[in-house]
Protein backbone atom coordinates (compact mmCIF):
# COMPACT_ATOMS: atom_id res chain seq x y z
CA UNK A 1 0.00 0.00 0.00
CA UNK A 2 1.11 3.30 -0.84
CA UNK A 3 1.69 5.96 1.86
CA UNK A 4 -0.93 8.42 0.08
CA UNK A 5 -3.44 5.17 0.55
CA UNK A 6 -2.46 4.06 4.39
CA UNK A 7 -2.50 7.75 5.35
CA UNK A 8 -5.86 8.29 3.83
CA UNK A 9 -6.73 4.92 5.12
CA UNK A 10 -5.55 6.07 8.93
CA UNK A 11 -7.58 9.43 8.13
CA UNK A 12 -11.21 7.41 8.07
CA UNK A 13 -10.02 4.63 10.34
CA UNK A 14 -13.11 5.54 12.61
CA UNK A 15 -15.76 7.50 11.39
CA UNK A 16 -15.90 10.98 13.71
CA UNK A 17 -19.18 12.54 14.16
CA UNK A 18 -20.00 15.08 11.48
CA UNK A 19 -19.58 18.65 12.58
CA UNK A 20 -21.20 21.22 9.77
CA UNK A 21 -18.91 23.53 8.26
CA UNK A 22 -19.83 26.84 9.78
CA UNK A 23 -20.81 29.68 7.66
CA UNK A 24 -18.99 33.35 7.96
CA UNK A 25 -21.43 34.94 8.83
CA UNK A 26 -20.73 37.67 11.51
CA UNK A 27 -20.85 41.37 12.15
CA UNK A 28 -17.31 41.83 11.26
CA UNK A 29 -15.73 45.47 11.29
CA UNK A 30 -16.80 48.58 10.24
CA UNK A 31 -15.22 52.21 9.88
CA UNK A 32 -17.01 55.46 9.62
CA UNK A 33 -13.52 56.99 7.70
CA UNK A 34 -12.33 54.37 5.61
CA UNK A 35 -9.60 55.82 3.49
CA UNK A 36 -8.38 57.39 7.14
CA UNK A 37 -8.28 54.02 9.10
CA UNK A 38 -6.89 52.62 6.06
CA UNK A 39 -3.82 55.34 5.92
CA UNK A 40 -3.11 54.70 9.84
CA UNK A 41 -3.32 50.96 9.24
CA UNK A 42 -0.92 51.27 6.80
CA UNK A 43 1.40 53.35 8.51
CA UNK A 44 1.32 51.08 11.59
CA UNK A 45 2.86 48.23 9.20
CA UNK A 46 5.53 50.54 8.13
CA UNK A 47 4.31 52.29 4.86
CA UNK A 48 3.71 55.92 4.18
CA UNK A 49 0.35 56.68 2.52
CA UNK A 50 -0.38 59.72 -0.26
CA UNK A 51 -3.79 60.57 -0.79
CA UNK A 52 -3.32 63.55 -3.90
CA UNK A 53 -6.19 64.73 -5.10
CA UNK A 54 -4.79 64.96 -8.63
CA UNK A 55 -5.29 61.73 -10.32
CA UNK A 56 -1.97 62.72 -12.63
CA UNK A 57 -0.51 63.31 -9.45
CA UNK A 58 1.05 59.60 -9.00
CA UNK A 59 3.84 60.18 -11.16
CA UNK A 60 5.09 63.10 -9.70
CA UNK A 61 5.04 61.78 -6.34
CA UNK A 62 7.42 58.74 -7.68
CA UNK A 63 9.36 61.26 -9.09
CA UNK A 64 10.07 63.11 -5.68
CA UNK A 65 10.34 60.01 -4.04
CA UNK A 66 13.15 58.83 -5.36
CA UNK A 67 14.46 61.42 -7.54
CA UNK A 68 17.12 59.83 -10.49
CA UNK A 69 16.23 56.62 -9.85
CA UNK A 70 18.21 54.25 -12.13
CA UNK A 71 16.51 51.19 -12.14
CA UNK A 72 12.45 51.11 -11.90
CA UNK A 73 10.30 48.30 -12.98
CA UNK A 74 6.27 48.98 -13.30
CA UNK A 75 3.63 47.60 -13.94
CA UNK A 76 1.24 50.25 -13.25
CA UNK A 77 -0.07 52.46 -15.87
CA UNK A 78 1.45 55.74 -16.41
CA UNK A 79 4.74 54.99 -14.56
CA UNK A 80 7.84 54.44 -16.62
CA UNK A 81 9.91 51.52 -16.12
CA UNK A 82 13.79 52.08 -17.61
CA UNK A 83 14.17 48.14 -16.82
CA UNK A 84 14.32 46.73 -20.19
CA UNK A 85 12.42 43.32 -19.30
CA UNK A 86 13.49 41.39 -22.64
CA UNK A 87 17.17 41.63 -21.39
CA UNK A 88 16.48 40.02 -18.06
CA UNK A 89 16.69 36.52 -18.04
CA UNK A 90 15.65 35.24 -14.64
CA UNK A 91 14.71 37.42 -11.04
CA UNK A 92 18.51 37.03 -10.10
CA UNK A 93 19.51 39.66 -12.83
CA UNK A 94 17.11 42.22 -10.79
CA UNK A 95 19.65 42.00 -8.17
CA UNK A 96 20.27 45.97 -8.23
CA UNK A 97 16.54 47.01 -9.28
CA UNK A 98 16.00 50.23 -7.10
CA UNK A 99 12.05 50.44 -7.39
CA UNK A 100 9.27 48.36 -8.36
CA UNK A 101 6.01 50.08 -8.74
CA UNK A 102 2.87 47.58 -8.58
CA UNK A 103 -1.51 48.15 -9.34
CA UNK A 104 -2.97 46.92 -6.14
CA UNK A 105 -6.45 45.40 -6.46
CA UNK A 106 -8.02 45.88 -3.39
CA UNK A 107 -7.32 47.85 -0.01
CA UNK A 108 -8.30 46.43 3.35
CA UNK A 109 -9.08 48.59 6.22
CA UNK A 110 -8.97 47.10 8.83
CA UNK A 111 -5.21 45.78 8.53
CA UNK A 112 -3.59 47.81 6.04
CA UNK A 113 -3.20 45.22 3.44
CA UNK A 114 -3.29 44.93 0.02
CA UNK A 115 -4.30 42.15 -2.42
CA UNK A 116 -1.33 42.12 -5.49
CA UNK A 117 -2.18 39.92 -8.05
CA UNK A 118 -0.63 40.74 -11.45
CA UNK A 119 -1.33 39.12 -14.61
CA UNK A 120 1.37 40.03 -16.42
CA UNK A 121 3.68 39.64 -13.96
CA UNK A 122 6.82 37.77 -15.65
CA UNK A 123 9.40 37.18 -11.97
CA UNK A 124 7.83 36.99 -9.10
CA UNK A 125 10.76 37.99 -7.30
CA UNK A 126 10.07 41.89 -8.47
CA UNK A 127 8.52 42.12 -5.68
CA UNK A 128 10.90 41.44 -3.24
CA UNK A 129 14.50 41.81 -4.76
CA UNK A 130 13.73 45.50 -5.64
CA UNK A 131 15.30 48.11 -2.34
CA UNK A 132 11.50 50.03 -2.52
CA UNK A 133 8.12 49.32 -3.70
CA UNK A 134 5.28 51.88 -4.67
CA UNK A 135 1.66 50.64 -4.89
CA UNK A 136 -1.10 52.18 -6.31
CA UNK A 137 -4.87 52.11 -5.27
CA UNK A 138 -8.07 53.00 -6.34
CA UNK A 139 -9.37 54.81 -3.05
CA UNK A 140 -12.61 53.01 -4.21
CA UNK A 141 -11.25 49.72 -3.87
CA UNK A 142 -10.85 49.86 0.06
CA UNK A 143 -13.01 47.49 1.73
CA UNK A 144 -13.50 47.41 5.61
CA UNK A 145 -12.49 43.93 6.87
CA UNK A 146 -10.81 40.88 5.44
CA UNK A 147 -13.78 38.73 4.83
CA UNK A 148 -15.78 41.50 2.43
CA UNK A 149 -11.95 41.15 0.58
CA UNK A 150 -12.29 37.37 0.35
CA UNK A 151 -15.83 37.93 -1.05
CA UNK A 152 -14.58 40.43 -3.87
CA UNK A 153 -11.26 38.98 -4.92
CA UNK A 154 -11.54 36.44 -7.77
CA UNK A 155 -9.46 34.04 -7.55
CA UNK A 156 -10.09 32.17 -10.18
CA UNK A 157 -7.32 32.13 -12.67
CA UNK A 158 -4.86 33.28 -10.12
CA UNK A 159 -1.46 31.90 -10.07
CA UNK A 160 0.18 33.68 -7.22
CA UNK A 161 -1.52 36.07 -5.13
CA UNK A 162 -0.38 37.87 -2.02
CA UNK A 163 -1.60 40.82 0.29
CA UNK A 164 1.27 42.83 0.94
CA UNK A 165 1.27 44.98 4.48
CA UNK A 166 4.24 47.65 4.71
CA UNK A 167 7.67 46.83 3.90
CA UNK A 168 9.66 43.92 5.02
CA UNK A 169 10.54 44.33 8.50
CA UNK A 170 11.23 41.71 11.39
CA UNK A 171 11.69 41.90 14.91
CA UNK A 172 13.99 38.76 15.33
CA UNK A 173 16.22 40.58 17.36
CA UNK A 174 15.38 41.50 21.11
CA UNK A 175 12.00 42.24 19.89
CA UNK A 176 12.91 45.33 17.98
CA UNK A 177 11.41 46.62 15.03
CA UNK A 178 13.46 46.79 12.18
CA UNK A 179 12.75 47.37 8.86
CA UNK A 180 14.12 46.32 5.52
CA UNK A 181 14.61 42.59 6.58
CA UNK A 182 14.74 40.52 3.27
CA UNK A 183 12.46 42.42 1.03
CA UNK A 184 11.68 46.15 -0.17
CA UNK A 185 13.19 48.62 2.94
CA UNK A 186 9.91 50.89 2.22
CA UNK A 187 6.64 50.36 0.82
CA UNK A 188 4.57 53.72 -0.36
CA UNK A 189 1.16 53.50 -1.70
CA UNK A 190 -0.25 56.29 -3.46
CA UNK A 191 -4.13 56.33 -3.46
CA UNK A 192 -5.82 57.89 -6.08
CA UNK A 193 -9.15 59.12 -6.45
CA UNK B 1 16.67 15.52 30.95
CA UNK B 2 13.29 16.65 31.94
CA UNK B 3 11.33 19.71 32.14
CA UNK B 4 12.90 20.45 35.86
CA UNK B 5 16.27 19.97 34.98
CA UNK B 6 16.79 21.92 31.54
CA UNK B 7 14.74 25.22 33.41
CA UNK B 8 17.37 24.99 36.15
CA UNK B 9 19.54 25.70 33.57
CA UNK B 10 17.59 28.56 32.05
CA UNK B 11 17.09 29.90 35.60
CA UNK B 12 20.97 29.68 36.46
CA UNK B 13 20.90 33.31 35.48
CA UNK B 14 18.07 34.82 37.23
CA UNK B 15 18.21 38.46 35.28
CA UNK B 16 18.03 36.72 32.23
CA UNK B 17 15.26 34.75 32.95
CA UNK B 18 13.66 38.23 34.00
CA UNK B 19 13.99 40.08 31.05
CA UNK B 20 12.74 36.82 28.95
CA UNK B 21 9.63 36.70 31.19
CA UNK B 22 8.80 40.36 30.25
CA UNK B 23 9.94 40.47 26.78
CA UNK B 24 7.11 37.67 26.26
CA UNK B 25 4.56 39.10 28.13
CA UNK B 26 5.06 42.12 26.15
CA UNK B 27 3.99 40.12 23.30
CA UNK B 28 1.20 38.98 25.16
CA UNK B 29 0.08 42.28 25.54
CA UNK B 30 0.12 43.52 22.47
CA UNK B 31 -2.00 40.55 21.31
CA UNK B 32 -4.33 41.59 24.16
CA UNK B 33 -4.18 45.15 22.08
CA UNK B 34 -5.28 43.68 19.23
CA UNK B 35 -7.82 41.34 19.80
CA UNK B 36 -9.68 44.28 21.76
CA UNK B 37 -9.99 46.64 18.73
CA UNK B 38 -12.42 43.60 17.10
CA UNK B 39 -15.70 43.72 18.96
CA UNK B 40 -16.27 40.55 17.13
CA UNK B 41 -13.00 38.77 18.18
CA UNK B 42 -14.95 36.02 20.54
CA UNK B 43 -16.93 35.38 17.32
CA UNK B 44 -14.06 34.64 15.46
CA UNK B 45 -12.62 32.07 17.84
CA UNK B 46 -16.02 30.27 17.40
CA UNK B 47 -15.63 30.10 13.99
CA UNK B 48 -12.09 29.68 13.09
CA UNK B 49 -12.66 26.54 16.16
CA UNK B 50 -16.06 25.86 14.19
CA UNK B 51 -14.13 25.17 11.00
CA UNK B 52 -11.21 23.54 12.08
CA UNK B 53 -13.86 20.69 13.52
CA UNK B 54 -15.52 20.27 10.55
CA UNK B 55 -12.51 19.91 8.65
CA UNK B 56 -11.12 17.43 11.30
CA UNK B 57 -14.32 14.89 10.48
CA UNK B 58 -13.77 15.35 7.03
CA UNK B 59 -9.44 15.25 6.71
CA UNK B 60 -9.14 12.55 4.18
CA UNK B 61 -11.92 14.33 1.74
CA UNK B 62 -9.98 17.41 1.61
CA UNK B 63 -7.14 16.26 1.28
CA UNK B 64 -7.84 14.63 -1.75
CA UNK B 65 -9.84 17.30 -3.09
CA UNK B 66 -6.58 19.61 -2.57
CA UNK B 67 -4.45 17.13 -4.13
CA UNK B 68 -6.75 16.75 -7.03
CA UNK B 69 -7.01 20.69 -7.65
CA UNK B 70 -3.15 21.22 -6.73
CA UNK B 71 -2.20 18.48 -9.23
CA UNK B 72 -4.92 20.52 -12.13
CA UNK B 73 -2.80 23.68 -11.37
CA UNK B 74 0.49 22.02 -12.28
CA UNK B 75 1.98 21.43 -8.26
CA UNK B 76 3.44 18.03 -7.61
CA UNK B 77 1.94 16.57 -5.08
CA UNK B 78 3.61 13.96 -2.40
CA UNK B 79 2.77 12.04 1.26
CA UNK B 80 5.14 11.14 3.96
CA UNK B 81 3.67 8.89 6.51
CA UNK B 82 6.46 9.93 8.59
CA UNK B 83 9.57 11.93 9.16
CA UNK B 84 12.13 9.88 7.63
CA UNK B 85 10.02 9.04 4.34
CA UNK B 86 9.68 13.13 4.37
CA UNK B 87 12.97 13.53 4.47
CA UNK B 88 13.82 10.86 1.67
CA UNK B 89 11.04 12.84 -0.74
CA UNK B 90 12.30 16.20 -0.33
CA UNK B 91 15.90 14.85 -1.24
CA UNK B 92 14.78 12.76 -4.19
CA UNK B 93 13.78 15.67 -5.47
CA UNK B 94 16.45 17.78 -4.80
CA UNK B 95 18.33 15.46 -6.15
CA UNK B 96 16.96 15.39 -9.67
CA UNK B 97 17.43 18.53 -9.95
CA UNK B 98 21.23 18.09 -8.75
CA UNK B 99 20.76 20.94 -6.40
CA UNK B 100 23.99 21.54 -3.71
CA UNK B 101 22.07 24.28 -1.69
CA UNK B 102 18.31 25.52 -0.81
CA UNK B 103 17.19 28.42 1.17
CA UNK B 104 14.33 27.54 3.55
CA UNK B 105 12.09 29.55 5.65
CA UNK B 106 10.52 28.87 8.98
CA UNK B 107 8.65 25.58 9.00
CA UNK B 108 8.16 23.55 12.22
CA UNK B 109 7.38 20.58 10.57
CA UNK B 110 11.03 20.84 8.73
CA UNK B 111 12.17 21.21 12.07
CA UNK B 112 9.67 18.47 13.31
CA UNK B 113 11.55 15.92 10.92
CA UNK B 114 15.55 17.40 11.61
CA UNK B 115 15.41 17.64 7.58
CA UNK B 116 18.46 20.49 7.88
CA UNK B 117 21.30 17.51 9.24
CA UNK B 118 19.23 14.78 7.33
CA UNK B 119 20.34 16.91 4.18
CA UNK B 120 23.38 18.19 5.15
CA UNK B 121 24.43 14.34 5.69
CA UNK B 122 24.05 14.29 1.78
CA UNK B 123 25.73 17.21 0.95
CA UNK B 124 22.91 19.38 0.50
CA UNK B 125 23.58 22.95 1.94
CA UNK B 126 21.17 24.50 3.85
CA UNK B 127 20.69 27.81 4.71
CA UNK B 128 18.10 29.20 6.89
CA UNK B 129 16.62 32.60 5.68
CA UNK B 130 14.15 33.68 8.54
CA UNK B 131 16.81 36.23 10.55
CA UNK B 132 15.59 34.52 13.88
CA UNK B 133 16.07 31.18 12.54
CA UNK B 134 19.03 31.88 10.59
CA UNK B 135 20.93 33.54 14.21
CA UNK B 136 20.15 29.83 15.47
CA UNK B 137 21.05 28.19 12.87
CA UNK B 138 24.69 29.78 13.35
CA UNK B 139 24.74 29.11 16.67
CA UNK B 140 23.82 25.39 15.99
CA UNK B 141 20.78 25.31 18.59
CA UNK B 142 17.27 25.03 17.62
CA UNK B 143 14.57 27.66 17.77
CA UNK B 144 13.35 28.49 21.17
CA UNK B 145 9.80 29.61 20.08
CA UNK B 146 8.27 28.66 17.03
CA UNK B 147 7.46 32.10 16.11
CA UNK B 148 10.09 34.25 17.69
CA UNK B 149 13.05 31.51 17.08
CA UNK B 150 15.82 33.64 18.71
CA UNK B 151 13.51 35.40 21.68
CA UNK B 152 15.98 33.45 24.12
CA UNK B 153 19.02 35.26 23.23
CA UNK B 154 19.80 38.91 24.11
CA UNK B 155 21.45 41.40 21.06
CA UNK B 156 24.88 41.08 22.65
CA UNK B 157 24.75 37.13 21.87
CA UNK B 158 23.32 37.66 18.55
CA UNK B 159 26.41 40.13 17.40
CA UNK B 160 28.86 37.67 18.83
CA UNK B 161 27.93 34.74 16.80
CA UNK B 162 27.53 37.69 14.11
CA UNK B 163 30.97 39.06 14.01
CA UNK B 164 32.30 34.87 14.30
CA UNK B 165 30.42 33.79 11.31
CA UNK B 166 30.03 37.12 9.25
CA UNK B 167 32.56 39.28 10.62
CA UNK B 168 30.59 41.98 11.87
CA UNK B 169 31.81 44.79 13.99
CA UNK B 170 32.55 43.46 16.98
CA UNK B 171 31.04 44.55 20.07
CA UNK B 172 27.95 46.42 17.61
CA UNK B 173 24.86 44.95 19.02
CA UNK B 174 22.51 47.16 17.46
CA UNK B 175 19.43 45.65 16.20
CA UNK B 176 19.57 47.80 12.87
CA UNK B 177 23.60 47.06 12.05
CA UNK B 178 22.65 43.51 12.77
CA UNK B 179 19.38 43.25 10.39
CA UNK B 180 21.01 44.95 7.67
CA UNK B 181 24.60 42.26 8.05
CA UNK B 182 21.94 39.66 8.01
CA UNK B 183 20.25 41.37 4.58
CA UNK B 184 23.29 41.07 2.77
CA UNK B 185 24.89 38.10 4.04
CA UNK B 186 21.78 36.02 3.24
CA UNK B 187 21.23 38.13 -0.57
CA UNK B 188 24.09 36.36 -1.49
CA UNK B 189 22.59 33.05 -0.06
CA UNK B 190 19.15 34.30 -2.27
CA UNK B 191 20.63 34.55 -5.34
CA UNK B 192 23.10 31.31 -5.05
CA UNK B 193 20.69 29.09 -3.91
CA UNK B 194 18.96 26.18 -6.71
CA UNK B 195 15.82 25.28 -4.69
CA UNK B 196 13.64 26.50 -1.79
CA UNK B 197 11.88 25.42 0.87
CA UNK B 198 8.65 27.00 3.11
CA UNK B 199 6.01 25.16 5.40
CA UNK B 200 2.49 25.65 4.72
CA UNK B 201 0.37 28.07 6.98
CA UNK B 202 -2.43 27.00 5.28
CA UNK B 203 -3.93 24.55 1.82
CA UNK B 204 -7.42 25.74 0.51
CA UNK B 205 -9.00 22.48 -0.57
CA UNK B 206 -11.28 24.19 -3.20
CA UNK B 207 -8.68 25.89 -4.86
CA UNK B 208 -5.69 23.22 -4.54
CA UNK B 209 -3.45 26.38 -3.37
CA UNK B 210 -1.86 27.16 -0.24
CA UNK B 211 -0.58 30.68 1.91
CA UNK B 212 2.71 31.38 3.38
CA UNK B 213 2.73 34.14 6.08
CA UNK B 214 6.06 36.52 6.84
CA UNK B 215 6.81 39.43 7.55
CA UNK B 216 10.64 39.25 6.13
CA UNK B 217 9.59 38.32 2.93
CA UNK B 218 12.28 35.70 3.28
CA UNK B 219 9.74 32.64 1.94
CA UNK B 220 8.53 34.87 -1.24
CA UNK B 221 12.05 35.91 -1.98
CA UNK B 222 13.61 32.53 -1.94
CA UNK B 223 10.33 30.32 -3.42
CA UNK B 224 10.63 33.40 -6.47
CA UNK B 225 14.37 33.14 -7.59
CA UNK B 226 15.47 29.20 -8.01
CA UNK B 227 13.40 27.02 -10.34
CA UNK B 228 12.28 25.04 -7.35
CA UNK B 229 10.11 25.37 -4.88
CA UNK B 230 9.52 22.24 -2.18
CA UNK B 231 6.36 23.01 0.76
CA UNK B 232 6.46 21.18 3.40
CA UNK B 233 2.79 21.02 5.22
CA UNK B 234 1.50 18.66 7.63
CA UNK B 235 -1.56 17.06 6.76
CA UNK B 236 -4.31 19.12 9.66
CA UNK B 237 -3.12 22.45 7.63
CA UNK B 238 -5.89 21.88 5.05
CA UNK B 239 -8.90 24.07 4.85
CA UNK B 240 -11.95 23.65 3.14
CA UNK B 241 -12.63 26.85 1.19
CA UNK B 242 -11.08 30.15 0.07
CA UNK B 243 -13.37 32.64 1.89
CA UNK B 244 -12.12 30.57 5.15
CA UNK B 245 -8.87 32.19 4.88
CA UNK B 246 -10.19 35.64 5.75
CA UNK B 247 -11.31 34.20 9.69
CA UNK B 248 -7.93 32.35 9.86
CA UNK B 249 -5.87 35.27 8.49
CA UNK B 250 -7.60 38.07 10.68
CA UNK B 251 -6.98 35.65 14.28
CA UNK B 252 -3.09 34.33 13.03
CA UNK B 253 -0.94 37.31 13.71
CA UNK B 254 -3.22 39.35 15.89
CA UNK B 255 -2.93 36.08 18.22
CA UNK B 256 0.79 35.97 17.42
CA UNK B 257 2.40 39.41 17.57
CA UNK B 258 -0.27 41.53 17.91
CA UNK B 259 -0.08 43.05 14.69
CA UNK B 260 -2.99 43.28 12.33
CA UNK B 261 -1.96 41.08 9.87
CA UNK B 262 1.94 39.41 8.42
CA UNK B 263 3.42 41.78 5.60
CA UNK B 264 3.28 38.62 3.46
CA UNK B 265 0.34 36.34 2.93
CA UNK B 266 1.22 34.74 -0.40
CA UNK B 267 -1.49 32.60 -1.45
CA UNK B 268 0.97 29.93 -4.31
CA UNK B 269 -1.55 28.19 -6.78
CA UNK B 270 0.62 27.32 -10.09
CA UNK B 271 4.49 27.98 -10.52
CA UNK B 272 5.94 30.85 -12.55
CA UNK B 273 7.15 30.13 -15.79
CA UNK B 274 10.02 27.03 -16.10
CA UNK B 275 9.66 26.28 -12.80
CA UNK B 276 8.25 23.14 -10.42
CA UNK B 277 6.10 23.80 -6.77
CA UNK B 278 5.97 20.20 -5.03
CA UNK B 279 3.64 19.80 -1.73
CA UNK B 280 4.84 17.56 0.57
CA UNK B 281 1.82 16.25 3.07
CA UNK B 282 3.11 14.80 6.03
CA UNK B 283 1.37 12.43 8.93
CA UNK B 284 4.15 12.21 11.36
CA UNK B 285 2.21 10.86 14.25
CA UNK B 286 -1.04 13.10 13.25
CA UNK B 287 -3.58 10.75 11.87
CA UNK B 288 -3.07 8.70 15.40
CA UNK B 289 -4.23 11.84 17.34
CA UNK B 290 -7.37 12.12 15.14
CA UNK B 291 -8.70 8.66 16.80
CA UNK B 292 -8.19 10.05 20.77
CA UNK B 293 -11.05 12.12 21.21
CA UNK B 294 -9.65 13.95 24.16
CA UNK B 295 -6.76 15.02 22.31
CA UNK B 296 -8.25 15.59 18.75
CA UNK B 297 -8.50 19.23 19.21
CA UNK B 298 -4.54 20.33 19.22
CA UNK B 299 -5.05 19.09 15.45
CA UNK B 300 -6.68 22.46 15.20
CA UNK B 301 -3.68 24.51 16.02
CA UNK B 302 -2.64 27.27 13.17
CA UNK B 303 1.17 27.72 15.35
CA UNK B 304 0.54 31.84 16.39
CA UNK B 305 2.71 31.07 19.66
CA UNK B 306 -0.25 32.87 21.52
CA UNK B 307 -0.10 29.71 23.88
CA UNK B 308 3.60 29.94 24.81
CA UNK B 309 3.88 33.97 25.33
CA UNK B 310 0.86 33.84 28.13
CA UNK B 311 2.28 30.77 29.61
CA UNK B 312 3.85 31.42 32.92
CA UNK B 313 6.26 28.55 33.12
CA UNK B 314 7.19 28.67 29.19
CA UNK B 315 7.71 32.54 30.20
CA UNK B 316 9.78 31.66 33.40
CA UNK B 317 12.18 28.58 31.32
CA UNK B 318 12.66 29.40 27.91
CA UNK B 319 11.56 26.92 25.26
CA UNK B 320 15.13 25.17 25.11
CA UNK B 321 13.74 23.18 28.44
CA UNK B 322 10.84 21.46 26.99
CA UNK B 323 13.66 19.47 24.83
CA UNK B 324 10.69 19.74 22.26
CA UNK B 325 10.65 20.96 18.92
CA UNK B 326 7.18 23.13 19.60
CA UNK B 327 7.68 24.36 23.31
CA UNK B 328 5.02 25.65 25.54
CA UNK B 329 1.53 24.37 26.40
CA UNK B 330 0.80 23.27 22.58
CA UNK B 331 3.73 21.37 22.41
CA UNK B 332 3.24 19.63 26.13
CA UNK B 333 -0.08 17.86 24.52
CA UNK B 334 1.53 17.23 21.33
CA UNK B 335 5.14 15.94 22.50
CA UNK B 336 3.97 12.78 24.40
CA UNK B 337 2.07 11.12 22.00
CA UNK B 338 5.54 10.60 19.64
CA UNK B 339 7.35 9.62 22.75
CA UNK B 340 6.36 9.45 26.22
CA UNK B 341 9.57 8.22 27.86
CA UNK B 342 11.54 11.42 26.36
CA UNK B 343 8.46 14.55 26.83
CA UNK B 344 6.50 12.69 30.09
CA UNK B 345 7.72 15.61 32.21
CA UNK B 346 6.15 18.32 29.75
CA UNK B 347 2.32 17.96 30.89
CA UNK B 348 3.77 19.01 34.58
CA UNK B 349 5.31 22.24 32.58
CA UNK B 350 2.36 23.73 33.48
CA UNK B 351 0.16 25.66 36.39
CA UNK B 352 -3.02 24.93 34.77
CA UNK B 353 -4.02 28.31 34.84
CA UNK B 354 -5.89 27.83 31.89
CA UNK B 355 -4.53 30.99 30.52
CA UNK B 356 -3.25 29.37 27.40
CA UNK B 357 -7.07 28.31 26.69
CA UNK B 358 -8.37 31.86 27.08
CA UNK B 359 -5.40 33.30 24.15
CA UNK B 360 -6.14 30.28 21.54
CA UNK B 361 -7.44 31.77 18.42
CA UNK B 362 -9.07 28.00 17.89
CA UNK B 363 -10.17 27.52 21.07
CA UNK B 364 -8.08 24.89 21.79
CA UNK B 365 -8.93 22.91 25.10
CA UNK B 366 -4.76 23.02 26.22
CA UNK B 367 -4.43 22.81 30.11
CA UNK B 368 -7.91 20.15 29.81
CA UNK B 369 -5.25 18.35 27.33
CA UNK B 370 -2.57 18.75 29.79
CA UNK B 371 -4.54 17.49 32.69
CA UNK B 372 -5.55 14.14 30.83
CA UNK B 373 -1.77 13.44 29.97
CA UNK B 374 -0.94 14.04 33.68
CA UNK B 375 -3.54 10.86 34.53
CA UNK B 376 -2.78 9.17 31.19
CA UNK B 377 1.18 9.10 32.29
CA UNK B 378 0.11 8.15 35.85
CA UNK B 379 -1.71 5.15 34.51
CA UNK B 380 1.24 4.09 32.16
CA UNK B 381 3.57 4.47 35.13
CA UNK B 382 5.73 7.35 34.02
CA UNK B 383 5.79 9.32 37.43
CA UNK B 384 8.31 9.15 39.73
CA UNK B 385 7.06 6.78 43.26
CA UNK B 386 7.38 9.93 45.63
CA UNK B 387 4.77 11.78 43.43
CA UNK B 388 2.03 8.77 43.24
CA UNK B 389 2.62 7.48 47.03
CA UNK B 390 1.89 11.16 48.04
CA UNK B 391 -0.73 12.12 45.29
CA UNK B 392 -2.53 8.70 47.14
CA UNK B 393 -2.03 9.49 50.59
CA UNK B 394 -3.81 12.68 50.05
CA UNK B 395 -6.59 11.82 47.62
CA UNK B 396 -7.23 9.23 51.19
CA UNK B 397 -7.05 12.27 53.12
CA UNK B 398 -9.30 13.87 51.34
CA UNK B 399 -11.84 11.73 51.48
CA UNK B 400 -11.76 11.17 55.10
CA UNK B 401 -12.74 14.14 56.61
CA UNK B 402 -12.11 13.32 60.14
CA UNK B 403 -8.72 12.12 59.46
CA UNK B 404 -8.48 15.61 56.94
CA UNK B 405 -9.65 17.57 59.96
CA UNK B 406 -7.53 15.94 62.58
CA UNK B 407 -4.20 16.02 60.42
CA UNK B 408 -4.97 19.79 59.83
CA UNK B 409 -4.98 20.40 63.54
CA UNK B 410 -1.55 18.34 64.74
CA UNK B 411 0.21 19.89 61.63
CA UNK B 412 -0.35 23.69 62.51
CA UNK B 413 1.03 22.42 65.96
CA UNK B 414 3.88 20.35 65.10
CA UNK B 415 5.41 22.39 61.58
CA UNK B 416 6.14 25.55 63.04
CA UNK B 417 8.47 23.69 65.51
CA UNK B 418 10.34 21.63 62.65
CA UNK B 419 14.18 23.10 62.35
CA UNK B 420 14.69 24.92 58.80
CA UNK B 421 17.17 21.52 57.90
CA UNK B 422 13.60 19.42 58.09
CA UNK B 423 11.43 22.22 56.42
CA UNK B 424 13.75 23.32 53.61
CA UNK B 425 15.58 20.46 52.01
CA UNK B 426 15.63 18.63 48.15
CA UNK B 427 12.30 16.50 48.84
CA UNK B 428 10.54 20.52 49.31
CA UNK B 429 10.91 21.32 45.74
CA UNK B 430 8.59 23.78 46.31
CA UNK B 431 9.90 25.28 48.80
CA UNK B 432 13.68 25.55 46.18
CA UNK B 433 13.32 29.20 45.22
CA UNK B 434 10.10 30.82 47.91
CA UNK B 435 9.58 30.94 51.49
CA UNK B 436 6.44 28.51 52.71
CA UNK B 437 3.66 30.64 53.91
CA UNK B 438 2.91 31.29 57.12
CA UNK B 439 0.97 28.54 58.99
CA UNK B 440 -2.47 30.60 59.84
CA UNK B 441 -3.62 30.00 63.49
CA UNK B 442 -7.47 28.69 63.47
CA UNK B 443 -8.37 26.28 59.99
CA UNK B 444 -11.58 27.63 58.01
CA UNK B 445 -13.61 24.72 59.94
CA UNK B 446 -12.33 26.70 63.55
CA UNK B 447 -13.51 30.02 62.27
CA UNK B 448 -16.67 29.02 61.12
CA UNK B 449 -17.58 27.47 64.35
CA UNK B 450 -16.44 30.30 66.49
CA UNK B 451 -18.11 32.86 64.25
CA UNK B 452 -20.43 35.39 65.65
CA UNK B 453 -23.99 33.98 64.43
CA UNK B 454 -25.84 36.86 62.85
Not at chain 2, 150 to 166: T, Y
Not at chain 2, 305 to 312: F, K, Q, S
Amino acid sequence: MSSRESILKALEKETLKPETHPEITLDAIQYENPIEVFKENCELAGAQVFIPSDPHCPKAIVHELFPDCSSILSYAEGIESNVNLSEVKSGHDLNSLELTVIKGELGVCENGAIWVDIKDLRFRSSLFICQHLVILLKAGSIVHNLHEAYEKVDFKGSNYGLFISGPSKTADIEQALVIGAHGPRSCSVIIEP
Amino acid sequence: MNHPQAADTFLENPEHAKWHDRALWFVRQKRDKASKKLPEWEDLRDLAAGIKKHTLTKLSHYLQEFESKAQANGLHVHWAKDAEEHNEIVHSILEKSKVKKIVKSKSMLTEECHLNPYLESKGIEVIDTDLGERIVQLRREPPSHIVLPAIHLKREQVSEVFHEKMNTEKGNSQPEYLTEAARQDLRKDFLSADAAMTGVNFAIAETGGFVVCTNEGNADLGATLPPLHIASMGLEKVIPRMTDLSVFLRLLARSATGQTITSYSSHFHKAQEGSEIHVVIVDNGRSKILHEPEFIKSLQCIRCGACLNTCPVYRRSGGHSYGNVVPGPIGSVLAPHGSPEAHHSLPFASTLCGSCTDVCPVKIDLHTQLLNWRSKLMKSGYLPKSKVISMKVVSWTFRHPKVYATAGVLFRKIFPLLPTSLVYNRWNAWGKQRELPSIPKMSFREMYKKRKKP
